[in-house]
């Protein structure tokens, strides 16, 4: 607590702020701003007090009318303060090091790590049900030369199966048709299929939580459309 004498009687003025009142008051009324930061800001606030109360009344009550000059007393008040001593650790340092890198691996050897952690994901896991060629020839009558000039053009997705086959989702097929707007899809994925339809089948929060797939599939290929430009820029 600082105490002050008046200049006229001799009497003592007490300027005093609670420190642990103060800094539960920044807490209540910044709750969003981290305690740490409050806490210092309280303790600042307490030094700054303290400063003053340090001071003679006569000298405070000439500086009352000029907040900028009240500032730059008590701040030179706190200056010439001791400075606070911070103890160091004086226990020695324990040096440590680690086993480093070992010897670089061979091509072949680093292969076969990579093997034995991979492991292989069945395309169907996440690609759903697909067809081959002959399966949507008598699923939906669909020619292979029909389904190569719409791959080609980008009007249904084929994923890749091995060196050379395609399989095509079978979801994305309506009324013996791929849905309308797939190309637009494709497009927005730089024309990788792959990425394209798992994007298309990964809930999205633009269709609540729903597959892009199925907002395509209910006619909203322009939401679709523009959701995919906003997920690939």
Sequence with gaps: ????????????????????????????????????????????????????????????????????????????????????????????????????????LSEAEAAERVRRLAKPTALESWAGEVWRPSDIKKQLGISRSTLDSWRQKDMVIALNKGLRAHVYPAAQFIDGRPVKGLGGIISAAAGNHHVAWRWLVTPHLDFGKMPPLAALKDGQAEAVLDAAHRSFS
């Design 1 to 104: 607590m600082s105490t002050m004498k008046t200049p006229d009687n001799g009497t003592e003025n007490r300027l005093h702020v609670s420190l642990p009142k103060l800094q539960e008051e920044l807490r209540s009324e910044n709750p969003d701003v981290p305690t740490t930061i409050l806490d210092t800001m309280g303790e600042a606030m307490a030094e700054f007090v303290n400063a003053a109360g340090s001071m003679d009344m006569k000298s405070l009550a000439e500086l009352s009318g000029s907040t900028n000059e009240l500032l730059v007393a008590v701040c030179r008040v706190i200056a010439d303060k001791p400075p606070i001593q911070i103890p160091y650790d004086t226990r020695p340092v324990e040096v440590s090091a680690g086993e480093g890198l070992g010897p670089p």
